[in-house]
């Protein structure tokens, strides 16, 4: 049975399923490339394929729901996943530095009551929290 044969349940499972692996591939593509930006612009496409999968699930027949391919749309949502991991951990360090260079940078000179430089410094969590 083709595709175009199955009943439409199962055509929008197949779909779903095609949609959000589609969708995991390039998140996952660009992920690996460090595209932060690109990786979030699929944010909200990928949530709503996978509503349109949860819908289509619950529509489709159990008997019919094809294996293999729920098998591959599990291991590539695993990769995204530790992706997703990596890329938290690569943003954090990045914050660290730029909260550690805040540290380190002179403040902004200001006068005092006397007509004095006085000097403040914005906190590095502060800062962090901030960004």
Same mark, same amino acid.
């Given at each position: 049975m083709t595709a175009q044969d199955?009943?439409?349940?199962?055509?929008?499972?197949?779909?779903?399923?095609?949609?959000?692996s589609a969708l995991l591939m390039e998140e996952n593509a660009a992920l690996e490339a460090m595209d932060f930006a690109r990786a979030g612009g699929l944010l909200a496409p990928k949530h709503a394929a996978a509503d349109a999968l949860?819908? +289509?699930?619950?529509?489709?027949?159990? &008997?019919?729901?094809?294996?293999?391919? *729920?098998?591959?749309?599990?291991?590539?949502a695993e990769h995204n996943r530790q992706l997703l991991k990596r890329a938290m951990r690569v943003q954090s360090r990045v914050l660290d530095l730029v909260a550690k260079?805040?540290?380190?940078?002179?403040? +902004?000179q200001r006068y005092g009551a006397? &007509?004095?430089?006085?000097?403040?410094? *914005?906190?590095?969590?502060?800062?962090k929290a901030r960004v």
């Open positions: 199955a009943p439409p349940a199962d055509r929008a499972m197949m779909d779903a399923v095609h949609r959000l949860a819908a +289509a699930w619950r529509a489709a027949d159990p &008997g019919s729901i094809v294996t293999d391919k *729920m098998i591959e749309l599990g291991q590539l260079a805040a540290r380190g940078a002179p403040g +902004a006397a &007509g004095k430089p006085a000097y403040t410094r *914005m906190g590095a969590q502060s800062f």
